[in-house]
C-alpha cells in the first residue's frame, strides 16, 4: 500500500478544451429515443405468440443461501431467491410452466402450488439459457398434485 488512493472518477471526464479551440456543441441526444412516426413500425410477435409482457403465474418458491461477508467480523447471513420450478416433458425435455391465470394454475397443479408472477418475454428470455422452454397454458393430466399441505408446512419450517 505504498501509493496514495485516489478516485478514478476522473477518468471518465473528457479533458476541457483549450480556449483557442472552437467550443464543442452540447445539444441534448434525447431526440435519438424518441420513436420516429414515419419508421417501420417494430414487427410484433408471431400469431398467436402472446406479447412479451404478458403477465403469468409460474410455479416458483423462494431458496435460501448461506452467505458471510468478505470482513474479518463476517456473520453468516441468509439470503433469499426465486427458483422457477422446472419440469420433464417427455417430447420437450425440460420445461417451465406458465399459466395466464391463476385459476389455471390451481386447476394443473393444486391450490398449495407456491407460485409467481412474472412476465412471459423475460421468463422465456431467463431459462432460454439453460435450455429450458417454456410452456403457457399446458394441459396437465389430473393426478398428484406438485405440493400438498404437509409439504408446504415442511417447507415453512425449513426456511424459518
Known amino acids: 500500500m505504498g ?14 478544451p483549450s480556449a483557442d479551440s ?9 431526440l ?12 410484433g410477435p408471431r400469431p398467436g405468440v402472446p406479447a412479451y409482457h404478458t403477465p403469468v403465474f409460474v410455479p416458483a418458491h423462494p ?12 456473520t453468516p447471513t441468509r439470503v ?3 427458483t422457477y420450478e ?22 394443473a397443479l393444486g391450490e398449495t402450488q407456491p407460485w409467481v408472477v412474472t412476465s412471459l418475454g423475460p421468463l422465456a428470455e431467463g431459462v432460454r439459457g439453460q435450455g429450458v422452454t417454456v ?3 399446458p394441459r396437465i393430466a389430473a ?14 419450517q425449513e426456511v424459518r
Open 63 to 74: 431458496r435460501y443461501v448461506t452467505a458471510t461477508d468478505v470482513s474479518e467480523a463476517a
Open 86 to 107: 422446472l419440469f420433464e416433458h417427455p417430447t420437450d425435455g425440460t420445461v417451465a410452466l406458465a399459466f395466464t391465470t391463476l385459476h389455471a394454475l390451481v386447476a
Open 32 to 43: 435519438e429515443y424518441v420513436v420516429d412516426a414515419a419508421a417501420p413500425a417494430v414487427p
Open 3 to 16: 501509493g496514495p488512493s485516489r478516485s478514478r472518477l476522473l477518468d471518465y471526464f473528457e479533458a476541457e
Open 143 to 156: 393426478g398428484h398434485p406438485n405440493w400438498s399441505p404437509a409439504d408446504l408446512l415442511a417447507y415453512a
Open 80 to 82: 433469499p431467491f426465486l
Open 22 to 30: 472552437a467550443p464543442e456543441s452540447r445539444s441534448s441526444r434525447l
Open 135 to 137: 410452456h403457457l397454458d
